[in-house]
């Protein structure tokens, strides 16, 4: 049982759409991260969040603590945001995501 | 500020040879983390060290892989001898004191290959 959910595992996007990635949880947590790592390996933090919602550029992440529950969501998608996105939390320890792979088409 | 530096970025060796990789955490930061992230997998926890002490290694094959993270800076992880299910990307990251609530800053990883 992987304590930390991620859909859709794989998603192709033209650019310009609207991107919704989706973490469910079922262990007490302190923080949710969201992650980026591209081709390669590199990997980069992009939010780390407890409680509402916080935007960066065209990046926006929420959580609802009650529910278990994030969204990773990208505004007007561009191709530079292919990248796998990597879903994490933090209790006891850190559990990852299995990630989503994002695509977008020109 | 300088991340966190891994060396080498690639390594390919042959089943049963011994491997190192090193990472250097950002200035500072005294808790480091070594992962291993199999192909469409997310990272999975090998150790943490929160200065020099390791305070997780649960989850590292002993029998195999040891790590060191002397004067509680640079750390090494070494396999041997290395089997073919090793091949991997492997990750270091570092964070800012202890706890879970620090956001962790990774390295590029070094890809392994094992022939």
């Known amino acids: 049982k992987n304590e930390v959910e991620q859909s859709p595992q794989n998603l192709t996007a033209q650019e310009g759409e609207f991107i919704t990635i989706n973490c469910s949880y079922s262990v007490g947590i302190s923080a949710l991260h969201w992650l980026q790592q591209h081709p390669g390996g590199g990997i980069v933090s992009l939010f780390m969040?407890?409680?509402g919602k916080k935007k960066h550029g065209r990046l926006i992440a929420t959580i609802n603590i009650q529910e278990k529950h994030s969204s990773l969501h990208i505004t007007a998608s561009h191709p530079r945001d292919s990248a796998v996105y990597i879903c994490a939390v933090t209790g006891n320890q850190f559990y990852f995501g299995t990630g989503t792979s994002l695509t977008v088409i020109p | 500020e300088a991340g966190v530096v891994q060396s080498p970025r690639y390594k390919i060796i042959e089943k049963k040879q011994p491997v190192a990789f090193w990472c250097n955490p950002i200035s500072g930061h005294n808790t480091l983390y070594w992962y291993l992230q199999n192909l469409g997998q997310g990272p999975e926890l090998l150790i943490r060290?929160?200065?020099?002490?390791?305070?997780?290694d649960s989850q590292l094959p002993k029998d195999r892989f040891s790590a060191e993270r002397l004067k509680g800076v640079d750390s090494t992880l070494k396999i041997q001898p290395a089997e073919l299910g090793d091949s991997a990307v492997y990750l270091c990251?570092?964070?800012?004191?202890?706890?879970?609530?620090?956001?962790?800053?990774f390295g590029d990883g070094t890809r392994l290959s094992i022939l």
């Open positions: 990251a570092s964070s800012l004191g202890q706890g879970s609530n620090q956001p962790q800053h």
């Open positions: 969040l407890s409680s």
């Open positions: 060290y929160e200065n020099e002490e390791a305070v997780d």
